[in-house]
């Protein structure tokens, strides 16, 4: 176990949020329920769904190193 201090609750609240962003959007049925606009003959349903993942991976390596911190040894 290392001796890194915890972050602080700003970084913690920060964390939060952004993780329950990537939790909540994709619950948000009407934002992609549809076929258009096509993208490269892709419908819309397809590829946000492709975007959505992209973004939760991002979303979730920022929420990680918000809270890890930049301080490793």
Known sequence: M?????????RLYAAGVILAV??????????????????????F??????????LSVILTSVAYWLVQGRGRR
């Open 2 to 10: 290392t001796d890194r201090p915890m972050p602080g609750p700003g």
């Open 22 to 43: 990537a939790i909540v959007v994709p619950l948000l049925t009407w934002t992609y329920a549809k076929e258009s606009p096509d993208l490269a003959g892709i419908p």
């Open 45 to 54: 349903f397809f590829w946000y769904q492709f975007l959505l993942v992209i």
